[in-house]
């Protein structure tokens, strides 16, 4: 990434870390975030649910959580074809 973007590895860091800390603020407070070109970041609420132990066999319960995906754009999705 450092070498195509013409930057220091430490201005690459920066770089990258900015980045993160954008999608992560935008997750927490809007819940979405779109990069043309690259695609959509989401935030997706997952229901409290029964699970089963795997050793034992008993019923217990998962808790209610929030988890991040991702859908790709289209320029992404005919750049991997």
């Not at 590895?9 to 992560?24: H, M, N, R, S």
């Not at 029964?50 to 750049?79: C, D, H, W």
Request: proline residues 6%; aromatic residues 2%; without cysteine.
């Amino acid at each position: 990434m450092a070498s195509r973007a013409n930057l220091t590895k430490a201005e690459t860091e920066k770089a990258l870390g900015a980045l993160v800390q954008t999608i992560t603020g935008a997750l927490q407070a809007g819940g979405r975030l779109a990069l043309p070109g690259l695609g959509i970041f989401s935030v997706s609420e997952r229901p409290e649910r029964t699970g089963r132990n795997p050793q034992t066999g008993e019923p217990l319960k998962i808790a209610a959580s929030k988890a991040v995906k991702f859908k790709p754009g289209k320029a992404m999705k005919e750049a991997v074809r």
